[in-house]
């Protein structure tokens, strides 16, 4: 149990997720540490953060499972008490031709992408719901904005964050609790690891700013939502993409 502030973020073993739980950290919030995959990578940065001297907790689990997320949820709730911010991060993305998708390969990207959203949305609502208090940042991306080719799957799930971002912020405005959206351009993280130096410089090129993001920078948009300064934002989508999208 805490009486200190509280965030749960999924992925958060690597990327844009564990500049978020650095950030939180920085400000003395216990930090809940989701991840599927990376243990070490987790295992790692929370030895970090604890010797900033925060609470930490760790929550293996796929958030496409809705057993695992229950599951995920209440342990959180035992080791915190209470949970005040839900950072919905965890992703992943591939590029491929719209014709090559499999049936399968669709499921996925939604599963992870969408259906994790819900999951994780449901799960924290009840503890939220009963506080009349929280906020829910979830992450889509420019490309659920205006869509990217080759990436049809990853743009309709991530336009699918934003319709379900607006439609519960509403829904939930009259409880208390906050939704909104965190949608950054190209950003610095193993997520675009494949792309080649050539294709990151040409990005850079046609981002206004002449560069790509850094996982701070969308961890610095994360944290204002949080924060008191994004009281009275709900239902927004805030993208912090160099002005790639405008
Ligand atoms: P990343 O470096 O690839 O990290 C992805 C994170 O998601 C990892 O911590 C990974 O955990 C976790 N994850 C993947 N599948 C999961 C699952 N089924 N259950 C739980 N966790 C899972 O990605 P990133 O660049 O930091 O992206 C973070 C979010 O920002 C994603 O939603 C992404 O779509 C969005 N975004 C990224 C960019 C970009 O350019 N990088 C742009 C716009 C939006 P494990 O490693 O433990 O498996």
Known sequence: MSDRNTVLITGAS????????????REGWCVGINYHTSQEKARALAGELEALGVPVGLYPCDVSRRDQVEEMLAAFLRDFGHIDVLVCNAGIARQELFTDITAEGWRRMLGV????????????????????????????????????????????????????????????????????????????????????????????????LERLGTPQDVAEAIWFLASQGGDFFTGQVLSPNGGYII
């Open 113 to 208: 992408n969408l259906d994790g959203v819900f999951h994780c949305c449901q799960a924290a609502l009840a503890d939220m719901l009963h506080r009349k208090a929280g906020k829910i940042i979830t992450l889509s991306s420019m490309w659920g904005q205006v869509g990217a080719s080759c990436e049809v799957a990853y743009s309709a799930a991530k336009a699918g964050v934003i319709g379900l971002t607006r439609a519960l912020a509403k829904e939930l405005g009259p409880s208390g609790i906050t939704v909104n959206c965190v949608a950054p351009g190209v950003i610095e993280t193993e997520m675009n690891g494949l792309l080649s130096q050539e294709t990151k410089a040409a990005l850079a090129e046609e981002t206004p």
């Open 14 to 25: 690597r990327g844009i997720g564990a500049a978020t739980a650095r950030r939180f950290a």
